[in-house]
C-alpha cells in the first residue's frame, strides 16, 4: 500500500474501497481527496437517503499506489473488492457474473477535482456469455440487452486495450447501411447481437485475445484502465491548462448499472438547480426518454427541456423535484445533477457544484444571500475572480448591421470574432501565430481541449447544452454556441456552409454566445452594463478587503473606464504611450533623439512641454481626489526609432536630415540586451533634461487643476532604479523643478516622489532606496525577467517544454513566483518600511490583475496593486476573497481596512 | 574650543600649538588626529633626534575652534603661538620680523589623512621691508632674498586674499619677455626685486590694501587662510569622493625656512633608503648644489646621483646615512626621504613610504624578512596585489627605441608584438600559418572569439575596459588595447592609420597592454623571471591564506601555466571555446543546429564525443591530482552560426543545405535578450542529448585517465540554473550517463554534480538548489548583469556618466558590487551551506582575480576563487593579505587553513 495521508471525513485505516448506496455510506462527503468528487458526492447523497444506485469507491491512494509500485495493484486491493461486491449482491438482490438475476456494474473515474471528460469509463461490466440470457429472461427486453453487449465490447475494447474507436464506429455504420437504417434505434435486437460478435471479432483481431467472458477478469481490467487514463496525455494537458496540482490520482467508482432505455418508462437526463447561464431560479434541464446517459452527452439524440419530464414519467419527475431542492439546500450551492429513470424508478447518478457563466455565478451568489442560504462572505468567497473575466467583456454592438447565417443554442455567453479553423491543431497553430480564431466542429471531444482553449470562440454543428463542447466552454468562460444543425460542415474541405453562404478556412465570424447566433464577418462589439448583481457583490466584497486597487492607465477614458471599475486611483501612468499618440509628439520625440546637445534635446523638448501638461491635466481631472502614480520615461529610445530602412528614409526625409544620419543615429541606439540597457532612470541620468521636462508638466498641469478646483494627488515615479544613488539624485533634480514651477502660486499641493522595484538590486537594498522614496511600486514584469534571468520576449523556446517537464508549474509572467521573485517583494516591502514608517507600497505589473498573485499581495502587507481597467473587479473580488481566507485560516475577526489615501 | 576626543599620543589639556625640534617634540607621532599626518611626522622625526627645522604644529581642533565660532581664531590661540615663535627663535638663533638675523617661517596645512595639493601652503612668511636688508646682509644672496619676497608676495597673495594667480604670472611672464629671459635663473636680482614691486602693485589693486609688512599679521592670516582652506570646494570634494569622514579640521606647521640656495655648502635632494626601481639595498637618490627643493621636482638642473654627496658636502652626507639607516629601521620599511643642506648644515624636511615597481616591493619585503626588520605577515601584507600584474607579463625592453603610434586603454596588460589582422579569419588563418598576429578591429564580438584567441594581441578602436574584447583577452591574460579613438581603421581596405602613419594588413606592431601604447615595428620584449622573492613571497602567503585558488582554465597548456602559478585546481573549465576550436569541430556543431531531430543532433554530437573526451583527457591529466571543474554548454546557439549573408551561403554549402535553412534557423535563433534567453542549462533541457554527450566525454575521458594512473577529480558544473527543479531533473540525467559510461569498471572515481550560481533567483532559493548541488560556483558576471540590470555589452552609454557623477563608486563589473550582488552571495552561502553540510562555495567570475573581491569572499566564507591563470599569484596574495587583516581585526591568532580537496 502506499503511504496515506490522513484526510478529513476518510476513516481511519489502510482501507482502499469505500462501499455506498442503501441509505449510508461508509466514506463521507468531504473526503474527496481520498474519495473523488464523484465518489464523495455519492456517499454524500447516500447518507442523505437519496435515490442512488449502490456501489462502491475503489480510493485514490489506491492509484497512486498502483503508479507507485509500477502498474500493480495494491495487496489487498482485489479482496476488499471482492468483499464490496458482495455487498452490492446483497444490496441489489443480484449477483456478479452469474445467476438468474445479474448484477451490471460502470465503472468510472472521479478525481478530487473535476475534469470531464478527461478520464475514461466502461458500462456495463458483467455481461458475459453467461449473462446474457439471465439479462434478457429477467428484463424481456433483448434489444437493450444487445445493446448494452455491444456497448461493453466497444468500450471495454477502447478504453481497456485501445482499440482505435474506428474499428467499431466503422463496423456501426457498415451495419446500418446495409440495414437502411438512419438511427441506431433503427437496428433490430437481432441486429445488435450479430454486431456485438462482429465488435468481439474485432477485439479477437487487435488484441489476439478472446473478449474477456469473466465478469471479475472484466471489472480488474476496468478498473485498472482506469487507474492508468490518470497519467493519459489529455489528463495531463487538462490539469496543466486548469492548474491542477497535488492530487493523489483518480478514484475509481463502481457502481450498480441501471437502464434508461429499458423502455418508454425510462430515461435519463441532466438538470441545473438553477439556470446555469443566467443563473434564474428556474429548474433547468435536459432528458431524454428510453435512452442512456451518454445519449443525452453525446448529442446524438436532441433532447428536451426538463419540465416536458413531467408529462412522461409523472412519479419520477415529483421525485426529482424533492431531490434537486434538498440538494441545493443541503450544499448551499446550485447542483448539476444526472439521473436515470428505470422502469419509473428515479436514479440519483451524480450531483456536482454546477459550473455557471460568470453572469450566473453573480445572480446566484446575490440570490442565495437574499435568501439567506448563505452570508455575504461566503458569496464573495464563492464567485471566481477569473470568471469576472466574461462579464468585463465587450458584447455586440446591437446597433451594428449584422448579417446573421444560423442560429444554434447559446451554450456560453460572450461576443466572440475570429477567423473560422476546422480542427483543434489549426486552432492552436493559428492562435500561436496570434490569429484570433472561432473553432467550428460538428462536435468537440476531449482531445479537442487545446485547440478549444486556444480559440475564442467555438462553434458545434451537433450536441445540445450539456454536450462536451457546452461544458468545457462555460467553465473556461469562452463564448460558444452548440447544436448548430443548419450549419453543414465539411472537415476535410475545411469549409461549412449555412443555406447559400460558405464559409472557408480564414473566413472571419461572430458567434453570439448567449443568442446562439452565428454572424458572417467581424461584428463590432461594446462594453457591457454590469447590473445589480455585480455592484451588490462588488460592495461586499470592498466591505472585506484590505488592499487598495488601483489602475493602470494612460489616457483620462482608460482612467474613467477604470474608476467606474472600482479603481481608487492610477498606479501606474505610463508616459511614453503619450510619445507615440500622434504624429507630432513622435516628430518632437524623434528631434530630440536626433540631436546631438543637451540644447538640441531641450528645444525638441520645449515642444513635448506643452501636449504633456495637457495630458496630465486631463488625467487628473478624470481622477480628482484620488492619487495619480506617473511613471516617467522608461522604454529605451531605439523604440521610438524605426529600424527599417525604407522607413528611416521617410523619417530623415520628415526631419530634413539625411538618411544616414538616421540609420546611424539607430545604429548606435542598438543594444545587445535592451532590457538591460539604457532606459528608465538610466536616461533621466545621461539626459536630465528629458525628466526635467517630464516633471515641468506634471507640476504646472497639477497647479492648473487645482486652479480648476481639481483635488490632485501626484505621485511621482522614477523607474529603473537599482542604486539609492540614482534616486537621491533624480529625485533632488525634481525637487527643484517644482520648486520653481510652483514658485509664486499658493497652492499647496502635496507631491509625493517614490520608485519602482524591479531591479533585483533595488529590492536587496530595499532599505536604502527608502531613505529617499515615499513610495515603492513593485514593477513585477521586470523583476521577474531580471531575477529568473528570463527575457519575455524569447522564452517561447524553452518554458514551454519547462512546464510540460513540469520543472516549473506555470508561467511566471502570469502567476508572481512566490518562491523567487516574491522572496525578493517580502524583502523589500520589510527593509524599506524598516527604512522609512509609512512607506507606501503598491504593486504595477500584471500580476496586480491575477488573483492568486493579489492574495499574495495581501499576505505580504502591500498597500495596493494596480492592474489594467478591466482587471480592477477580478482585483477587488480577489483581495477581498485573500483577506476571508486568512480570517478563515486565522479563525480570527477581520482587521478591517487602514485608511488609504 | 570645541570639544576635543581624546586622542592616543596627544597630551591632555586645552592647549593649540605644539612645538618640535632641537631633539624634541611636544607631540607625539601617533597623535595624527590633533597634529594632522605632516605634524606628527615632524614630531616623531624630531623625538628621533633628527635634525629637522624645527617649528610648531596648531592643532586639528583649533582648526575645528575657528569654523565652530563664525571663523573666529580660539581665544589664547595667539599668545601660544607667539611662545612658540619665541621658543622657535631661541633655537635658531633668529628674530622673526626683525634684527640682523631674520627668522623666515613656512605654513603649511596637514590634515590626519593625507589630502595632497588640497590645501595651502605660503612659504617665507616673515619677509618684510624691514626683513630684506638684514636677511641680504646676513646671507649676501640679493638674488636669492628678491626671489624669496617675489614668492611671498604671489603665494600670500593667492592664498590669502585669493587673488588669481594668473595676474602673477603674466606679470612674470612679461618681464621675462621684457629680458629675454628664457628661464626664471635668467633673472637678476634687480629684476626680482622690481618683479617684488610689481606683485606689491598687484595685491593693492587688487584688495585696495598694501602687502603687510608685519610679520606677525603675515602669519596669523596665513593661519587663518590655511584654516579656510579646510572647506574650500576641492577639498570637499576630495574627502567626499575618499570617503574621509570624521576629522577635525586641519592642523597647520609653522617651521623655520631653511635654504639650499645660500651657496655652494648649500644644496637639496631626494633619496629612497633602497633603490626604488629594483628594491636593491643601496642608497639611491639625486641632490643638487645650491638650490631649493622646487628645482629638483622642475627639473630645470640636472641633479647628480646621491653617492656624488660624499665629495661635496661630505659631513652632511654622513649625517644622512646616519638618518636614512635610523628612519628605515624606524619605520620598518623603505623611506623616500626630502632633505636641504643649509650652509653645511643637514635638515630633513619631510619621510614617507617609498613608492616602489613591483619587483622591487618583493625583493624589499623578502629581504626586510631576511634582515629581521619585520615578520613574513608584514612582508605579505605589505606587497600590493595589484602590482604583481606587471612581474606576470611580458613587459617590453624600455631601452629599445620605440615609436608610439597611438594610445588607448591598457584593458589586459603584457607585451604583444605581430603582424596587424583585420579579421577573426584572418587571424586564425595568419596564426594557423605560424605567423605571430595582432587582431585589430572596431570592436569585437563572441563570433571573433576564434580568431581573438589565436592572436596574439588584440587592438580596438572603440570600447572601453569592459567592452568584449578587454573582458575576453583579460580572461586569457592576452594583452589587448581598446578604446584606441587614435586609431581610424578600414576595414574593407585592412588597414589603419593612425597621425600620419598607415599600417597595412601584414605590418609589425607592438601593443602594450599595461601603458595602452600602439608602437610601430617589433619592439624587443623581455619576459620577466619571476625570481626567488617571488616563490618565497607566495610560500609566505599560501601559509596564511585560508582561501583556495583555482584557474579558470580551458586547455592543457592553461591549466599548466596556472599550476605553475599556483592554482590549485580548475574553477571553470567552458566547454564552448572547445566548439570553436577546429573547423570541424565548429561544423559538427552548426550540424547540430540545423538538425530538426533528436535523432539528427544526436548524429551531430556522436562526432563530437571523441574530440571532447580528447579534451577532457587533456586536462585532466595536467590536473593530476587537482580537481577540473567542467562547465557543460553555456552560451546561445546563436553564437555558433553566422549572421552575415555571405558566411550564411559558404556555410549552407559547406553543410550542403540551402542558404535559405541556414538563414531560417539563423533567424528562428534570433533572441531580443540573449542574456536572458535560450542558453545555459536552458539548452540542457530542451536538447537534453547535448549535456549528455558532454557528461559522458567527462566520464570516458575520466575512467581514460584513472586507467593511465591520473589521479581524476572532476566536477560536473551546470551552469544558469534558476530553479531546483532544473538541477534536480539535469542532475538525474547526468547521473544516469555517468552509472553507464562507468558500468562494468572497477575503478571508483569521486564525480562531484554542482552548479553555477548567476542568476538572482538561484541566489535567493539557494536552500532549495543545494539539496541537489555538491558545490555552487559563483558566476558573479552574470549575476552582477542581471542582479544590476545591466548589459555589459550595452552599460558603455550610460556606465561612465554614472562614475562621473559619482553615483557608483566604480565599475561593478570590476570590483564586486557588495551592497547587492554581496548580499545575494552572503545570503546564498549561508542557505547553501545550512541545507547542505560541507557544500563547497567558489567564486569563478572575473571579480576571482580582483584584490578587493577576492577580500570579500574570504570574509564570507567561501571555500576557493577562481581565476585566469596569470591573476592566480594576484588572488593567492590577496587571499592571505584578507586573513591577516581580519587577524589583525580580530587581534586574533589564525585558524589556518582547513583541508581542501
Same mark, same amino acid.
Given at each position: 500500500?502506499?503511504?496515506?495521508?490522513?484526510? $478529513?471525513?476518510?476513516?481511519?485505516?489502510?482501507?482502499?474501497? *469505500?462501499?455506498?448506496?442503501?441509505?449510508?455510506?461508509?466514506?463521507?462527503?468531504?473526503?474527496?481527496?481520498?474519495?473523488?468528487?464523484?465518489?464523495?458526492?455519492?456517499?454524500?447523497?447516500?447518507?442523505?437517503?437519496?435515490? $442512488?444506485?449502490?456501489?462502491? /469507491?475503489?480510493?485514490?491512494?489506491?492509484?497512486?499506489? *498502483?503508479?507507485?509500485?509500477?502498474?500493480?495493484?495494491?495487496?489487498?486491493?482485489?479482496?476488499?473488492?471482492?468483499?464490496?461486491?458482495?455487498?452490492?449482491?446483497?444490496?441489489?438482490?443480484?449477483?456478479?457474473?452469474?445467476?438468474?438475476? =445479474?448484477?451490471?456494474?460502470?465503472?468510472?473515474?472521479?478525481?478530487?477535482?473535476?475534469?470531464?471528460?478527461?478520464?475514461?469509463?466502461?458500462?456495463?461490466?458483467?455481461?458475459?456469455?453467461?449473462?446474457?440470457?439471465?439479462?434478457?429472461?429477467?428484463?424481456?427486453?433483448?434489444?437493450?440487452?444487445?445493446?448494452?453487449?455491444?456497448?461493453?465490447?466497444?468500450?471495454?475494447?477502447?478504453?481497456?486495450?485501445?482499440?482505435?474507436?474506428?474499428?467499431?464506429?466503422?463496423?456501426?455504420?457498415?451495419?446500418?447501411?446495409?440495414?437502411?437504417?438512419?438511427?441506431? /434505434?433503427?437496428?433490430?435486437?437481432?441486429?445488435?447481437?450479430?454486431?456485438?460478435?462482429?465488435?468481439?471479432?474485432?477485439?479477437? !483481431?487487435?488484441?489476439?485475445?478472446?473478449?474477456?467472458?469473466?465478469?471479475?477478469?472484466?471489472?480488474?481490467?476496468?478498473?485498472?484502465?482506469?487507474?492508468?487514463?490518470?497519467?493519459?496525455?489529455?489528463?495531463?494537458?487538462? &490539469?496543466?491548462?486548469?492548474?491542477?496540482?497535488?492530487?493523489?490520482?483518480?478514484?475509481?467508482?463502481?457502481?450498480?448499472?441501471?437502464?434508461?432505455?429499458?423502455?418508454?418508462?425510462?430515461?435519463?437526463?441532466?438538470?441545473?438547480?438553477?439556470?446555469?447561464?443566467?443563473?434564474? %431560479?428556474?429548474?433547468?434541464?435536459?432528458?431524454?426518454?428510453?435512452?442512456?446517459?451518454?445519449?443525452v452527452v453525446a448529442g446524438i439524440r436532441t433532447p428536451e427541456p426538463i419540465v416536458e419530464m413531467g408529462k412522461h414519467l409523472p412519479d419520477a419527475y415529483r421525485d426529482l423535484l424533492r431531490?434537486?431542492?434538498?440538494?441545493?439546500?443541503?450544499?448551499?450551492? $446550485?447542483?448539476?445533477?444526472?439521473?436515470? $429513470?428505470?422502469?419509473g424508478r428515479l436514479f440519483v447518478l451524480q450531483t456536482r457544484t454546477g459550473k455557471r457563466t460568470a453572469r450566473a455565478a453573480l445572480r446566484i451568489a446575490v440570490d442565495l444571500v437574499k435568501?439567506?442560504?448563505?452570508?455575504?462572505?461566503?458569496?464573495?468567497?464563492?464567485?471566481?475572480?477569473?470568471?469576472?473575466?466574461?462579464?468585463?467583456?465587450?458584447?455586440?454592438?446591437?446597433?451594428?448591421?449584422?448579417?446573421?447565417?444560423?442560429?444554434?443554442?447559446?451554450?456560453?455567453?460572450?461576443?466572440?470574432?475570429?477567423?473560422?479553423?476546422?480542427?483543434?491543431?489549426?486552432?492552436?497553430? *493559428?492562435?500561436?501565430?496570434?490569429?484570433?480564431?472561432?473553432?467550428? +466542429?460538428?462536435?468537440?471531444?476531449?482531445?479537442?481541449?487545446?485547440?478549444?482553449?486556444?480559440?475564442?470562440?467555438?462553434?458545434?454543428?451537433?450536441?445540445?447544452?450539456?454536450?462536451?463542447?457546452?461544458?468545457?466552454?462555460?467553465?473556461?468562460?469562452?463564448?460558444?454556441?452548440?447544436?448548430?444543425?443548419?450549419?453543414?460542415?465539411?472537415?476535410?474541405?475545411?469549409?461549412?456552409?449555412?443555406?447559400?453562404?460558405?464559409?472557408?478556412?480564414?473566413?472571419?465570424?461572430?458567434?453570439?454566445?448567449?443568442?446562439?447566433?452565428?454572424?458572417?464577418?467581424?461584428?463590432?462589439?461594446?462594453?457591457?452594463?454590469?447590473?445589480? !448583481?455585480?455592484?451588490?457583490?462588488?460592495?461586499?466584497?470592498? +466591505?472585506?478587503?484590505?488592499?487598495?486597487?488601483?489602475?493602470?492607465?494612460?489616457?483620462?477614458?482608460?482612467?474613467?473606464?477604470?474608476?467606474?471599475?472600482?479603481?481608487?486611483?492610477?498606479?501606474?501612468?505610463?508616459?511614453?504611450?503619450?510619445?507615440?499618440?500622434?504624429?507630432?509628439?513622435?516628430?518632437?520625440?524623434?528631434?530630440?533623439?536626433?540631436?546631438?546637445?543637451?540644447?538640441?534635446?531641450?528645444?525638441?523638448?520645449?515642444?513635448?512641454?506643452?501636449?504633456?501638461?495637457?495630458?496630465?491635466?486631463?488625467?487628473?481631472?478624470?481622477?480628482?481626489?484620488?492619487?495619480?502614480?506617473?511613471?516617467?520615461?522608461?522604454?529605451?529610445?531605439?523604440?521610438?526609432? =524605426?529600424?527599417?530602412?525604407?522607413?528611416?528614409?521617410?523619417?530623415?526625409?520628415?526631419?530634413?536630415?539625411?538618411?544616414?544620419?538616421?540609420?546611424? +543615429?539607430?545604429?548606435?541606439?542598438?543594444?545587445?540586451? =535592451?532590457?538591460?540597457?539604457?532606459?528608465?532612470?538610466?536616461?533621466?541620468? /545621461?539626459?536630465?533634461?528629458?525628466?526635467?521636462?517630464?516633471?515641468?508638466?506634471?507640476?504646472?498641469?497639477?497647479?492648473?487643476?487645482?486652479?480648476?478646483?481639481?483635488?490632485?494627488?501626484?505621485?511621482?515615479?522614477?523607474?529603473?532604479?537599482?542604486?539609492?544613488?540614482?534616486?537621491?539624485?533624480?529625485?533632488?533634480?525634481?525637487?527643484?523643478?517644482?520648486?520653481?514651477?510652483?514658485?509664486?502660486?499658493?497652492? +499647496?499641493? =502635496?507631491?509625493?516622489?517614490?520608485?519602482?522595484?524591479?531591479?533585483? &538590486?533595488?529590492?536587496? /537594498?530595499?532599505? &536604502?532606496?527608502?531613505?529617499?522614496?515615499?513610495?515603492?511600486?513593485?514593477?513585477? %514584469?521586470?523583476?521577474?525577467?531580471?531575477?529568473?534571468?528570463?527575457?519575455?520576449?524569447?522564452?517561447?523556446?524553452?518554458?514551454? !517544454?519547462?512546464?510540460?517537464?513540469?520543472?516549473?508549474?506555470?508561467?511566471?509572467?502570469?502567476?508572481?513566483?512566490?518562491?523567487?521573485?516574491?522572496?525578493?517583494?517580502?524583502?523589500?516591502?520589510?527593509?524599506?518600511?524598516?527604512? &522609512?514608517?509609512?512607506?507606501?507600497?503598491?504593486?504595477?505589473?500584471?500580476?496586480?490583475?491575477?488573483?492568486?498573485?493579489?492574495?499574495?499581495?495581501?499576505?505580504?502587507?502591500?498597500?495596493?496593486?494596480?492592474?489594467?481597467?478591466?482587471?480592477?473587479?477580478?482585483?477587488?473580488?480577489?483581495?477581498?476573497?485573500?483577506?476571508?481566507?486568512?480570517?478563515?485560516?486565522?479563525?480570527?475577526?477581520?482587521?478591517?481596512?487602514?485608511?488609504?489615501?
Amino acid at each position: 500500500m502506499a503511504k496515506r495521508k490522513s484526510s $478529513v471525513g476518510a476513516p481511519r485505516g489502510g482501507r482502499s474501497v *469505500w462501499s455506498f448506496g442503501g441509505g449510508k455510506a461508509e466514506g463521507r462527503g468531504d473526503a474527496k481527496a481520498i474519495l473523488g468528487g464523484k465518489g464523495a458526492g455519492l456517499a454524500e447523497m447516500s447518507r442523505l437517503g437519496l435515490p $442512488v444506485p449502490p456501489g462502491f /469507491t475503489i480510493a485514490t491512494t489506491a492509484c497512486a499506489a *498502483w503508479w507507485a509500485s509500477g502498474r500493480r495493484p495494491p495487496k489487498g486491493l482485489w479482496p476488499e473488492v471482492e468483499r464490496a461486491l458482495a455487498r452490492l449482491e446483497r444490496l441489489r438482490g443480484q449477483t456478479f457474473g452469474r445467476g438468474p438475476r =445479474p448484477l451490471l456494474v460502470s465503472v468510472r473515474s472521479g478525481a478530487a477535482v473535476s475534469m470531464p471528460g478527461m478520464m475514461e469509463t466502461v458500462l456495463n461490466v458483467g455481461l458475459t456469455r453467461e449473462t446474457i440470457p439471465a439479462l434478457v429472461a429477467v428484463t424481456g427486453n433483448e434489444r437493450m440487452v444487445q445493446d448494452s453487449h455491444r456497448r461493453l465490447v466497444q468500450m471495454f475494447g477502447k478504453v481497456v486495450r485501445e482499440i482505435h474507436d474506428d474499428l467499431f464506429e466503422d463496423a456501426l455504420h457498415d451495419l446500418k447501411r446495409r440495414r437502411g437504417a438512419r438511427l441506431d /434505434t433503427d437496428l433490430s435486437a437481432a441486429d445488435l447481437a450479430g454486431l456485438a460478435e462482429t465488435y468481439r471479432g474485432v477485439f479477437r !483481431d487487435e488484441t489476439g485475445e478472446e473478449f474477456p467472458d469473466d465478469a471479475m477478469e472484466q471489472l480488474r481490467q476496468a478498473v485498472e484502465a482506469v487507474f492508468r487514463s490518470w497519467e493519459c496525455d489529455k489528463a495531463r494537458k487538462y &490539469r496543466r491548462i486548469q492548474r491542477i496540482e497535488g492530487l493523489l490520482g483518480t478514484a475509481v467508482n463502481v457502481q450498480s448499472m441501471v437502464f434508461g432505455n429499458r423502455g418508454p418508462d425510462s430515461g435519463t437526463g441532466v438538470c441545473f438547480t438553477r439556470d446555469p447561464s443566467t443563473g434564474e %431560479n428556474v429548474f433547468f434541464g435536459e432528458f431524454l426518454i428510453d435512452a442512456q446517459g451518454e445519449d443525452v452527452v453525446a448529442g446524438i439524440r436532441t433532447p428536451e427541456p426538463i419540465v416536458e419530464m413531467g408529462k412522461h414519467l409523472p412519479d419520477a419527475y415529483r421525485d426529482l423535484l424533492r431531490v434537486k431542492d434538498l440538494l441545493e439546500r443541503h450544499y448551499g450551492d $446550485v447542483q448539476d445533477i444526472e439521473f436515470t $429513470v428505470e422502469e419509473g424508478r428515479l436514479f440519483v447518478l451524480q450531483t456536482r457544484t454546477g459550473k455557471r457563466t460568470a453572469r450566473a455565478a453573480l445572480r446566484i451568489a446575490v440570490d442565495l444571500v437574499k435568501e439567506k442560504r448563505i452570508t455575504p462572505a461566503a458569496a464573495v468567497s464563492r464567485v471566481d475572480p477569473h470568471a469576472l473575466d466574461q462579464l468585463l467583456h465587450p458584447t455586440f454592438d446591437e446597433k451594428a448591421a449584422t448579417r446573421v447565417l444560423a442560429r444554434g443554442l447559446g451554450a456560453s455567453p460572450g461576443a466572440a470574432v475570429g477567423r473560422a479553423v476546422f480542427t483543434a491543431d489549426d486552432a492552436e497553430a *493559428w492562435s500561436g501565430r496570434g490569429e484570433k480564431v472561432i473553432l467550428v +466542429r460538428a462536435e468537440t471531444s476531449p482531445e479537442d481541449v487545446g485547440g478549444m482553449h486556444a480559440a475564442d470562440g467555438i462553434l458545434t454543428s451537433r450536441g445540445g447544452l450539456t454536450s462536451h463542447a457546452a461544458v468545457v466552454a462555460r467553465g473556461w468562460g469562452k463564448c460558444c454556441v452548440v447544436g448548430c444543425a443548419a450549419v453543414s460542415i465539411d472537415a476535410r474541405a475545411k469549409s461549412f456552409t449555412a443555406g447559400e453562404e460558405t464559409v472557408r478556412e480564414g473566413d472571419w465570424i461572430s458567434l453570439d454566445g448567449s443568442e446562439g447566433r452565428v454572424m458572417l464577418g467581424r461584428v463590432p462589439t461594446v462594453r457591457p452594463a454590469l447590473g445589480a !448583481d455585480f455592484a451588490t457583490l462588488m460592495a461586499w466584497a470592498d +466591505r472585506f478587503r484590505r488592499l487598495g486597487v488601483r489602475t493602470n492607465a494612460d489616457t483620462p477614458e482608460d482612467a474613467r473606464a477604470a474608476r467606474e471599475f472600482g479603481a481608487e486611483g492610477i498606479g501606474l501612468c505610463r508616459t511614453e504611450h503619450m510619445f507615440f499618440a500622434t504624429p507630432e509628439r513622435i516628430r518632437a520625440v524623434r528631434e530630440m533623439i536626433l540631436a546631438d546637445s543637451t540644447e538640441g534635446r531641450s528645444r525638441a523638448l520645449e515642444k513635448l512641454l506643452p501636449i504633456q501638461r495637457g495630458d496630465f491635466e486631463g488625467i487628473f481631472g478624470a481622477m480628482d481626489g484620488l492619487p495619480v502614480t506617473i511613471r516617467l520615461l522608461d522604454p529605451p529610445l531605439h523604440e521610438f526609432v =524605426p529600424h527599417e530602412e525604407a522607413q528611416q528614409e521617410e523619417m530623415a526625409r520628415e526631419m530634413g536630415v539625411s538618411a544616414a544620419d538616421v540609420e546611424r +543615429r539607430v545604429r548606435a541606439l542598438h543594444e545587445a540586451n =535592451p532590457m538591460l540597457g539604457h532606459r528608465g532612470c538610466r536616461l533621466g541620468i /545621461t539626459y536630465p533634461e528629458i525628466y526635467d521636462m517630464q516633471v515641468r508638466a506634471i507640476a504646472e498641469a497639477a497647479l492648473a487643476c487645482a486652479g480648476r478646483g481639481v483635488k490632485v494627488l501626484p505621485e511621482i515615479m522614477i523607474p529603473l532604479v537599482g542604486f539609492a544613488s540614482e534616486l537621491s539624485f533624480l529625485r533632488a533634480r525634481a525637487e527643484a523643478v517644482i520648486a520653481e514651477a510652483v514658485e509664486g502660486s499658493r497652492r +499647496r499641493i =502635496p507631491f509625493r516622489i517614490g520608485t519602482m522595484i524591479e531591479v533585483p &538590486r533595488a529590492a536587496v /537594498t530595499a532599505g &536604502r532606496i527608502a531613505e529617499h522614496a515615499e513610495f515603492f511600486s513593485f514593477g513585477t %514584469n521586470d523583476l521577474t525577467q531580471m531575477t529568473c534571468g528570463i527575457s519575455r520576449d524569447d522564452m517561447a523556446s524553452f518554458v514551454p !517544454d519547462y512546464i510540460d517537464r513540469k520543472l516549473i508549474p506555470r508561467d511566471p509572467f502570469q502567476v508572481l513566483d512566490r518562491d523567487g521573485v516574491g522572496v525578493l517583494v517580502r524583502w523589500a516591502v520589510e527593509e524599506g518600511r524598516r527604512a &522609512r514608517k509609512g512607506l507606501k507600497v503598491g504593486i504595477c505589473g500584471e500580476h496586480g490583475g491575477d488573483p492568486e498573485s493579489v492574495a499574495f499581495c495581501h499576505e505580504v502587507g502591500l498597500d495596493y496593486v494596480s492592474c489594467s481597467p478591466f482587471r480592477v473587479p477580478i482585483a477587488r473580488l480577489a483581495a477581498a476573497q485573500a483577506e476571508l481566507r486568512e480570517r478563515g485560516a486565522a479563525g480570527k475577526p477581520g482587521r478591517g481596512r487602514p485608511g488609504r489615501r
